[in-house]
C-alpha cells in the first residue's frame, strides 16, 4: 500500500488506521512526486496492491498566482507522474483511491455522485483537473475519486480555526449564514477510505461527506451552544474578501452533497451529525 501526503492531516491519521489494519504502508514522499523523480517513484510503486492519493498544497491561504500554481502543481501535476508511474508498473494495483473535493460542485442546487455538474470558478476548475489525471489511470485498475468535504477533527484542522471565536465567547457566522457546509468527521473519513479500498463496489466518484445537510448559520448555532457562546455575530462577507481574497469564496460559498453511494453501502457513520460530531470532544485528540 502506497499512501501520498502520509503524514498530513489526513494521511497521517489514515496512516495509523490501515496499519492498525495490518496494511504496510509505503508513504510517497515530496522528493519521490517531484519532477525529476519519475524512476524513483515507479520503484517505490514496485509491489503496492493499492495506491491512496493524498498529496495537496493546503488549500486554506491566499490565492495568489504563485500559490495558485502551487495549488496546481501539488494536486494535478502529482496526481499526472503518479498515474504515469502506476500504469508503468508490471504487476498494476488493483486500486487507486485519489482525492478530490465537495468545491467541485456548484454553489446551488444539491448534489449526488450520479450528477454530473460541475461549479465554476478556480476551486471547481482545479478539481475537474485534477480529477482527470486520476481518470488516466490503466483501466484494469479499479479508480475511487473521493471528493471530500470539510474535515474536522477535534484538536486540529479547519474545526479548531472555526471555532476559536466560539472559545472567546463569540459565534460569528459568516454573510447571511445560509451557504451549505459539506463536512466529514476525519474518523469517518479514514473509516471511508479503508472500506473504499476493501469495497470493490465503490468506484468512480464517492462523495466523503456527512449525511446531514446544515448551512454554516447553523453550524454556529449548534457549536457555539456547545461552547457557550456569549455573543452571536455576523462576519460581512466584504470583511472575508479583505482578508482572504478569491479563497474566500470557499468561506461565504458552499455545497450541498450527498453521499449516495456511501449510504447505499450502508456506512455507518460515527458522526452522521454535528451534535454527535461535539459529542467526540469528550473522547479525546482523535
Same mark, same amino acid.
Given at each position: 500500500?502506497?499512501?501520498?501526503?502520509?503524514?498530513?492531516?489526513?494521511?497521517?491519521?489514515?496512516?495509523?488506521?490501515?496499519?492498525?489494519?495490518?496494511?504496510?504502508?509505503?508513504?510517497?514522499?515530496?522528493?519521490?512526486?517531484?519532477?525529476?523523480?519519475?524512476?524513483?517513484?515507479?520503484?517505490?510503486?514496485?509491489?503496492?496492491?493499492?495506491?491512496?492519493? $493524498?498529496? &495537496? %498544497?493546503?488549500?486554506?491561504?491566499?490565492?495568489?498566482?504563485?500559490? @495558485?500554481?502551487? =495549488?496546481?502543481?501539488? +494536486?494535478? /501535476?502529482?496526481?499526472?507522474?503518479?498515474?504515469?508511474?502506476?500504469?508503468?508498473?508490471?504487476?498494476?494495483?488493483?486500486?487507486?483511491?485519489?482525492?478530490?473535493?465537495?468545491?467541485?460542485?456548484?454553489?446551488?442546487?444539491?448534489?449526488?455522485?450520479?450528477?454530473?455538474?460541475?461549479?465554476?470558478?478556480?476551486?471547481?476548475? $482545479?478539481? &475537474? %483537473?485534477?480529477?482527470?489525471?486520476?481518470?488516466?489511470?490503466?483501466? @484494469?485498475?479499479? =479508480?475511487?475519486?473521493? +471528493?471530500? /468535504?470539510?474535515?474536522?477533527?477535534?484538536?486540529?484542522?479547519?474545526?479548531?480555526?472555526?471555532?476559536?471565536?466560539?472559545?472567546?465567547?463569540?459565534?460569528?457566522?459568516?454573510?447571511?449564514?445560509?451557504?451549505?457546509?459539506?463536512?466529514?468527521?476525519?474518523?469517518?473519513?479514514?473509516?471511508?477510505?479503508?472500506?473504499?479500498?476493501?469495497?470493490?463496489?465503490?468506484?468512480?466518484?464517492?462523495?466523503?461527506?456527512?449525511?446531514?445537510?446544515?448551512?454554516?448559520?447553523?453550524?454556529?448555532?449548534?457549536?457555539?451552544?456547545?461552547?457557550?457562546?456569549?455573543?452571536?455575530?455576523?462576519?460581512?462577507?466584504?470583511?472575508?474578501?479583505?482578508?482572504?481574497?478569491?479563497?474566500?469564496?470557499?468561506?461565504?460559498?458552499?455545497?450541498?452533497?450527498?453521499?449516495?453511494?456511501?449510504?447505499?453501502?450502508?456506512?455507518?457513520?460515527?458522526?452522521?451529525?454535528?451534535?454527535?460530531?461535539?459529542?467526540?470532544?469528550?473522547?479525546?485528540?482523535?
Amino acid at each position: 500500500m502506497a499512501v501520498s501526503g502520509a503524514t498530513g492531516f489526513i494521511g497521517g491519521r489514515l496512516t495509523e488506521h490501515l496499519v492498525a489494519a495490518g496494511w504496510q504502508v509505503v508513504p510517497l514522499g515530496r522528493g519521490l512526486l517531484a519532477a525529476g523523480a519519475e524512476e524513483r517513484l515507479a520503484q517505490a510503486l514496485a509491489g503496492c496492491g493499492a495506491v491512496v492519493n $493524498l498529496a &495537496g %498544497a493546503p488549500i486554506d491561504r491566499r490565492w495568489t498566482r504563485a500559490y @495558485r500554481k502551487q =495549488l496546481y502543481d501539488s +494536486r494535478v /501535476g502529482v496526481t499526472r507522474r503518479l498515474v504515469a508511474a502506476i500504469n508503468a508498473q508490471s504487476g498494476l494495483p488493483r486500486v487507486l483511491v485519489s482525492a478530490s473535493a465537495a468545491g467541485y460542485y456548484p454553489e446551488t442546487g444539491c448534489y449526488s455522485e450520479y450528477d454530473q455538474a460541475q461549479g465554476a470558478g478556480f476551486l471547481a476548475g $482545479l478539481c &475537474g %483537473a485534477w480529477e482527470h489525471e486520476a481518470r488516466q489511470v490503466d483501466p @484494469r485498475v479499479r =479508480l475511487a475519486v473521493t +471528493r471530500f /468535504g470539510v474535515v474536522l477533527a477535534p484538536r486540529g484542522g479547519a474545526f479548531r480555526r472555526m471555532t476559536l471565536p466560539m472559545r472567546l465567547g463569540v459565534a460569528a457566522r459568516i454573510g447571511s449564514g445560509r451557504q451549505p457546509m459539506a463536512w466529514i468527521d476525519r474518523e469517518d473519513l479514514v473509516r471511508v477510505l479503508g472500506r473504499v479500498l476493501e469495497d470493490d463496489g465503490l468506484s468512480g466518484v464517492v462523495n466523503c461527506v456527512a449525511p446531514q445537510r446544515i448551512d454554516n448559520a447553523e453550524f454556529t448555532r449548534i457549536a457555539g451552544r456547545y461552547y457557550h457562546d456569549a455573543v452571536r455575530i455576523p462576519i460581512p462577507v466584504w470583511a472575508m474578501r479583505v482578508v482572504f481574497g478569491e479563497m474566500a469564496g470557499v468561506l461565504t460559498g458552499g455545497q450541498c452533497v450527498v453521499p449516495a453511494k456511501l449510504q447505499e453501502a450502508g456506512f455507518a457513520y460515527r458522526s452522521p451529525d454535528i451534535g454527535a460530531f461535539l459529542e467526540r470532544l469528550k473522547e479525546g485528540p482523535k
